[in-house]
């Protein structure tokens, strides 16, 4: 069991580290390109499908969806990844993406589970949003195409892929991965349901040309939309464990070897480096050779042990939740 230890003992940062906006740019031709093919095909889509990542439901969404791509088209937003998000705080995201951003059909998936409920339910919502719809030129069509969009790495493709597999029994059709950028194009339509007849469109993920806000551009690159390496691995290692200090969520410590809650990264990624025994060898200018603590690998770790879930579930934007909670508690006291 897990050493409990008492966050109010400790004087634990209250700002979220300096990063320049510089490293948070991430808007490669691939996906200027990607957006303007998304463009043209809207006229063929009968319903949209928006991908994002179930620890930051609030932030990091590209605004350029909801501004141009989706219009009057039918909207699912699906938050995947749920089974690494708080699964208790589920309902009460719902009811704030209705209450605050007037999304009625929000979904939470696990692509990479067969037996997930929400992948279950996907097919059939899509279907009647699609008959309640006005089609417009597809109105005499009989099969169904619905476009799949999203910043990078939130897995639409993984969610395609199970669809099919799950409707179709087919293996799957699109290259996935763990890291941002795989899908680079529009790609061709790809059947994923019988009857009816429905194609989807996997696009790449897309993020706004510049990141105005820091820390909804860390919380990106620690859930892996934006590349490790544009941003560093230890600058990610950094707001990780800023973040898991701030709520107090302490299994980092027995994880990186330490014996108790440190906000100092370096002493953190060194303690790692003893416990993982993450080593390499530097040659001296005397041309001696001497072991140093490979900080840079021990970030690698520490981040992967949350984006796999080994620090346990997390919900990125907690704050935002709880001050809509807080405001609601409020309202209804003035009220009373």
């Given at each position: 069991?897990?050493?409990?230890?008492?966050?109010?003992?400790?004087?634990?940062?209250?700002?979220?580290?300096?990063?320049?906006?510089?490293?948070?740019?991430?808007?490669?031709?691939?996906?200027n390109k990607g957006l303007k093919q998304m463009q043209r095909k809207l006229k063929s889509v009968d319903c949209v499908i928006e991908v994002h990542d179930a620890r930051i439901p609030f932030t990091?969404?590209?605004?350029?969806?909801?501004?141009?791509?989706?219009?009057?088209?039918?909207?699912?937003?699906?938050?995947?990844?749920?089974?690494?998000?708080?699964?208790?705080l589920i309902t009460r995201i719902k009811d704030q993406l209705k209450d605050e951003q007037k999304i009625q059909n929000v979904v939470f998936t696990n692509s990479k589970d067969q037996q997930c409920r929400g992948l279950k339910t996907l097919k059939p919502l899509m279907v009647d949003l699609i008959k309640d719809s006005n089609r417009y030129n597809r109105s005499e069509e009989h099969d169904y195409n619905v476009m799949i969009m999203g910043v990078p790495n939130v897995g639409k493709s993984s969610l395609i892929n199970m669809l099919r597999s799950n409707n179709m029994s087919i293996k799957h059709a699109l290259p996935t991965g763990a890291v941002a950028g795989i899908t680079r194009s529009v790609m061709m339509k790809i059947r994923i349901n019988n009857d009816p007849v429905i194609f989807m469109l996997d696009t790449p993920g897309i993020l706004e040309p510049s990141v105005t806000d820091v820390e909804m551009g860390l919380k990106l690159a620690l859930c892996a939309s934006l590349q490790d390496h544009l941003v560093g691995e230890e600058a990610i290692a950094d707001y990780l464990l800023y973040w898991l200090n701030k709520h107090g969520k302490f299994s980092y410590v027995d994880y990186m070897g330490l014996t108790e809650p440190c906000d100092d990264i370096n002493r953190v990624?060194?303690?790692?480096?003893i416990k993982f025994n993450r080593i390499r060898k530097v040659r001296n200018y005397d041309n001696t050779i001497r072991d140093v603590p490979d900080l840079l690998e021990v970030a690698r770790t520490m981040i992967k042990a949350f984006r796999t879930g080994e620090l346990g579930k997390m919900m990125l934007d907690v704050e935002l939740l709880e001050d809509k909670h807080r405001r609601k508690e409020s309202a209804e006291r003035v009220m009373a």
């Open positions: 069991m897990a050493t409990k230890f008492d966050a109010a003992a400790y004087n634990f940062r209250k700002k979220c580290p300096y990063i320049t906006k510089d490293l948070l740019r991430w808007f490669p031709g691939h996906m990091g969404r590209n605004p350029i969806f909801t501004s141009t791509l989706i219009g009057a088209k039918p909207h699912i937003l699906v938050l995947n990844k749920k089974d690494l998000t708080v699964p208790s990624l060194i303690a790692g480096a």
